[in-house]
């Protein structure tokens, strides 16, 4: 069963810590991306990386960091320096890389509370 | 960069009724216009997409058009379902390499 996993679901840290979300797919994709989605907002490009082991940042990447050790994992960790972390996090994945314009396939999102 | 205006931001139809949706974009080297339906709780998924070379594209109900000339598309969904009810967004993307683009989204409601 191919797809995008994202876990957790829901998670809740206490201002000040450091909290990574996974996500993983199977698709054999290139390019894998995540997004933060604030109520009323569309999605904002955080982190996209097209080969492993190689990263860029979005328009939003102050406060946030990713690795790409492998080609199906993609985690992105908020750190204390993420001034407004509580949000809905979406990670995706692609065939190619983003100047392809090809369909980006979402995962189910994380909703991160700090509290 | 590349900025992408959505209208309405929210939309009540009753079932049976047309919906639409309409998209501007700013950067006129944006090639390729995605549609994504996210419901509460969960990931957007594709419903359809449309390529600069295209003007217009058909689902069984949905439709996509593309004025390149005016730089916008629209959403057309018909024969509304209570099941559309969902928040819709629509993107662009250009060949220079970068993300897609989203609008804020519409937040659709169909009333029985």
């Known amino acids: 069963d191919g797809g995008i996993t994202q876990s957790p679901k829901y998670l809740f840290r206490k201002e000040g810590q450091n909290v990574t979300l996974s996500c993983e797919q199977n698709?054999?994709?290139?390019?894998m991306y995540w997004y933060r989605q604030d109520p009323g907002q569309g999605l904002r490009l955080i982190y996209y990386?097209?080969?492993?082991?190689?990263?860029q940042k979005g328009d939003i990447a102050e406060g946030y960091s990713v690795s790409r050790e492998k080609k199906e994992s993609f985690p992105l960790t908020v750190t204390s320096a993420q001034k407004n972390p509580t949000a809905f996090y979406l990670c995706?994945?692609?065939?190619?890389?983003?100047?392809?314009?090809?369909?980006?396939?979402f995962g189910p999102g994380t909703r991160l509370t700090v509290l | 960069g590349e900025n992408v205006e959505q209208h309405p931001s929210t939309l009540s139809v009753q079932e049976g009724d047309s919906a639409v949706i309409k998209c501007t974009y700013s950067?006129?080297?944006?090639?390729?216009f995605p549609w994504y339906k996210q419901e509460l709780g969960k990931g957007p998924q594709l419903i359809i997409d449309i390529r600069s070379n295209v003007g217009e594209k058909k689902d069984q109900r949905i439709a996509v058009t593309l004025n390149k000339t005016a730089k916008h598309f629209s959403l057309h969904i018909t024969e509304t379902q209570p099941e559309d009810s969902a928040v819709y967004f629509c993107?662009?993307?250009?060949?220079?390499?970068?993300?897609?683009?989203f609008g804020k989204g519409t937040s659709l409601l169909v009333t029985p």
């Open positions: 990386s097209q080969i492993v082991n190689d990263f």
């Open positions: 698709l054999n994709h290139d390019a």
């Open positions: 950067d006129s080297a944006s090639n390729y």
């Open positions: 993107a662009a993307s250009f060949d220079s390499g970068y993300a897609l683009n």
């Open positions: 995706a994945s692609s065939i190619l890389g983003l100047a392809r314009g090809d369909e980006q396939f």
